[in-house]
T-cell receptor
Framework: EAGVAQSPRYKIIEKRQSVAFWCNPI?????LYWYQQILGQGPKLLIQ????????DSQLPKDRFSAERLKGVDSTLKIQPAKLEDSAVYLC?????????????FGEGSRLTVL | AQRVTQPEKLLSVFKGAPVELKCNYS??????LFWYVQYSRQRLQLLLR??SRESIKGFTADLNKGETSFHLKKPFAQEEDSAMYYC???????????FGSGTRLLVRP
C-alpha cells in the first residue's frame, strides 16, 4: 500500500516569497490533515479536511496560509508571504475515518527554511 | 481546552533498564490517548492507543483519569527503541488530534 506522498521534501526561500506544498493521501482516506512542526516542538494542527470540506482551521494563520483539497483527494498548502517563523516541517497526514481508532498516517514531511 | 504535556525533552537509559515516558493531559471530557513514535529517518507512526489496551514492541500505557496521565512504559529497553515519542490526545467533541512536544528516548548499549 502506498503511503502519504508529499513534495517537495525541502524548500529554501527568502522572507516575503511564496511557497506551496503538495500532498497525496492514501487512497480512500477521507480525512486529510496539515500539521506544522517547528524544531523542538510537537506537530501543531493547521487544518483538517473531511473529503473536500474544512473541519477545523482554527490554528491556520489565514492572512498568509491557505489550503485546499479539490475533489477530496490531493491537497495543497500555500504560504504567501512567508515569514522567518514559518521555518518548519510541514506534515501531511490522512486517516480512513476520524471517528475510527484515530490512527493517522503521516507523510515524510516538507522542510521549509525561510531566510 | 485540550493540552498534552511531556515534561522530559530527553530520557537516556542503558539497554535493559526500565523506561517510563511521561505524558499528562488536560481535557474536561472523555479523551482518547495515543502514543506516536518517530524513528530516525522514518515517518511519524502510531505506536499504541489506550482503547486497545495493547502491548506493542513491549511498550504499554495505561490511562489514569484521576491523575490525567498516560505514561508509556517498557520493562527492558532495547537500543532499537531509541526514537522520538509523542503523546497525543483526541477529545470526544472533536476529531482534532493534539500532540505533546515529544520526548527523545536514547537507549545506550
Amino acid at each position: 500500500e502506498a503511503g502519504v506522498a508529499q513534495s517537495p521534501r525541502y524548500k529554501i526561500i527568502e522572507k516575503r516569497q511564496s511557497v506551496a506544498f503538495w500532498c497525496n493521501p492514501i487512497s480512500g482516506h477521507a480525512t486529510l490533515y496539515w500539521y506544522q512542526q517547528i524544531l523542538g516542538q510537537g506537530p501543531k494542527l493547521l487544518i483538517q479536511f473531511q473529503n473536500n470540506g474544512v473541519v477545523d482551521d482554527s490554528q491556520l494563520p489565514k492572512d498568509r496560509f491557505s489550503a485546499e483539497r479539490l475533489k477530496g483527494v490531493d491537497s495543497t498548502l500555500k504560504i504567501q508571504p512567508a515569514k522567518l517563523e514559518d521555518s518548519a516541517v510541514y506534515l501531511c497526514a490522512s486517516s480512513l475515518n476520524p471517528g475510527v481508532a484515530g490512527e493517522l498516517f503521516f507523510g515524510e514531511g516538507s522542510r521549509l527554511t525561510v531566510l | 481546552a485540550q493540552r498534552v504535556t511531556q515534561p522530559e525533552k530527553l530520557l537516556s537509559v542503558f539497554k535493559g533498564a526500565p523506561v517510563e515516558l511521561k505524558c499528562n493531559y488536560s481535557y474536561s471530557g472523555s479523551p482518547e490517548l495515543f502514543w506516536y513514535v518517530q524513528y530516525s529517518r522514518q515517518r511519524l507512526q502510531l505506536l499504541l492507543r489506550h482503547i486497545s489496551r495493547e502491548s506493542i514492541k513491549g511498550f504499554t500505557a495505561d490511562l489514569n483519569k484521576g491523575e490525567t496521565s498516560f505514561h508509556l512504559k517498557k520493562p527492558f529497553a532495547q537500543e532499537e527503541d531509541s526514537a522520538m515519542y509523542y503523546c497525543a490526545l483526541r477529545g470526544d467533541s472533536s476529531y482534532k488530534l493534539i500532540f505533546g512536544s515529544g520526548t527523545r528516548l536514547l537507549v545506550r548499549p
